[in-house]
């Protein structure tokens, strides 16, 4: 008898296999493995709480619709959605494009307590959040993809829809444009 | 202008840094760069840090949540989902419909000089001719000929000739493409279960956490055929231990689907798994502004350094 050795493949495929064939608690699953996730990226490029709930609403209202009607991803679950809730966030580019202009005042504006003294640990939640969205899109999308949700280039690289070796220039810009951000904010990265 | 080797250098060092090695010990690799790539390496520990405190996420969750169960429960639930059977239904009509084409254009084609809107250029290209097959009964040109065609096939023309007409000009790749994958469903499935596996199928012992499921999954076959082949009534009831048939996995397949790390060499994969995003691939043209916009900025901020 031979015993054979299977290939791998991850819990989300078998989830998402169960979830094509209309198994509802797989279809719950996802929902509980990603939601949090999805929102905090989105919460993250979009920066208002309202918006970024309703984006992620969006974004599983658009998976249950697709799942249960034998479409939406047959693999690759994670990449698509974030990408879907990439797609929503460019979405809603039209309505409100950029930041509100007090965080842009409060941005230019270089902390001044202590400037030799301060490190990266000492940046607060809110800076950081701050400096990111100072980024371009594209730059967001990377350092938040990649660095954040901890994905792999090959799924950043779908997402975006560019080669691998855009990508790798693009991470490369992102976290220099946000080291130097920081610098400017008077922080020693090293 | 962005120093290529750079980029790959970094990529490489984040990778090791993910799997744990001290950034010391990384950047020791790179001695031209190292100064700079420990400051990278720190700073992309910084965007984890501006997530949301906890509260917040919890305050959003209670809303979504209910949303989701909601639009859950009202969701449709699907009979075994199984798209292999909606593929063979529309291959069916789509050949159903090709036999009632053949046959109408056997009848015209023979000897009729068509009706009075028929010009030279149609008995030059037959397949004019199939275009006109939807609209035929309202068109009051069409007289007498029409009515002979459609008594003669009757069975084929009511269902499919909707979903004929935008196919004409492509229709032959389509069988190709969807025969393989009918192939395993084939298997005969008798009143008296006989465990029968195709040739190549082989062996396999059930292991500690398998469900049939999930070796469904990495066969590639679906857990229909794979229970049914092996005279598996209850799918909840496989055991460690049990053998079962299966396809033959193809050896170099493994984790080419579910390998996502360490694709560091792999450039030209851009456009490999589009079929995985199809549905969004018409939102992703519509964003080609968005990355002129980045292009460009990308610019300014090299200029920055």
């Not at chain 1, 608690?25 to 309703?54: K, M, N, W």
Request: charged share 25%.
């Amino acid at each position: 008898m031979i015993v054979m050795t299977l290939p791998d493949v991850t819990d989300d495929d078998i989830l998402l296999k169960q979830a094509r064939r209309g198994n509802k608690r797989a279809i719950s699953d996802i929902y509980e493995r990603y939601v949090e996730a999805i929102y905090q990226f989105v919460r993250l490029r979009v920066g208002h709480i309202q918006q970024a709930e309703d984006i992620t609403s969006a974004v599983f209202t658009a998976f249950i619709e697709q799942i249960t009607t034998g479409r939406g991803p047959s693999s690759h679950l994670r990449g698509w959605l974030f990408q879907v809730a990439r797609n929503h966030i460019y979405d809603s580019y039209g309505e409100k494009r950029g930041l509100p202009l007090e965080t842009i005042e409060q941005m230019s504006a270089p902390h001044t307590t202590n400037p030799e003294h301060r490190t990266l640990q000492s940046i607060s939640r809110e800076q950081v959040q701050q400096l990111i969205q100072q980024l371009t899109p594209d730059q967001q999308d990377v350092l938040l993809l990649r660095f954040d949700q901890q994905l792999s280039l090959k799924e950043v690289s779908d997402i975006l829809g560019k080669n691998t070796n855009t990508v790798k220039s693009l991470q490369l810009r992102a976290v220099r444009a946000l080291q130097r951000a920081i610098a400017r904010q008077g922080v020693d990265v090293r | 202008m962005i120093n290529r080797p750079l980029g790959d250098a970094f990529e490489e060092a984040y990778e090791r840094k993910q799997q744990g090695e001290p950034i010391d010990a990384i950047i020791a690799d790179y001695p031209a760069v190292a100064d700079e790539l420990r400051t990278l390496l720190k700073v992309t520990e910084l965007p984890s840090r501006a997530q949301p405190p906890h509260s917040e996420i919890a305050d959003v969750r209670t809303r979504l949540d209910s949303t989701f169960q909601q639009q859950l429960e009202a969701a449709p639930v699907r009979q075994s989902g199984n798209s292999t059977g909606r593929r063979l239904t529309g291959l069916l009509g789509l050949a159903a419909a090709l036999v009632g084409l053949l046959a109408l254009m056997a009848v015209f084609g023979g000897e009729v000089v068509l009706p009075p809107t028929a010009t030279a250029t149609q008995t030059a290209s037959p397949t004019a001719t199939i275009t006109v097959s939807p609209t035929q009964t309202p068109s009051p040109t069409v007289t007498a000929t029409m009515t002979v065609t459609m008594t003669d096939i009757p069975a084929t023309t009511p269902a499919p000739t909707a979903t004929v007409t935008p196919l004409p000009a492509s229709d032959t790749p389509v069988p190709a493409t969807s025969a393989p994958s009918l192939a395993p469903t084939s298997v005969p499935a008798g009143d008296e279960c006989q465990i029968n596996p195709p040739d190549d199928w082989v062996m396999y012992v059930v292991q500690t956490g398998d469900t049939l499921s999930s070796i469904a999954v990495r066969t590639g076959i679906d857990d229909d055929s794979l229970a049914r082949v092996n005279c598996i009534e209850n799918a909840a009831l496989i055991r460690q231990g049990q053998s079962l048939f299966v396809p033959r996995p193809p050896a170099s397949d493994t984790g080419d689907d579910t390998d996502n790390s360490g694709q560091t060499s792999d450039d030209s994969t851009g456009d490999n798994d589009e079929e995985d995003y199809d549905d969004y691939d018409d939102y992703e043209d519509n964003y080609d502004d968005y990355d002129d916009y980045d292009d460009n900025y990308d610019d300014y901020d090299d200029y920055d350094d």
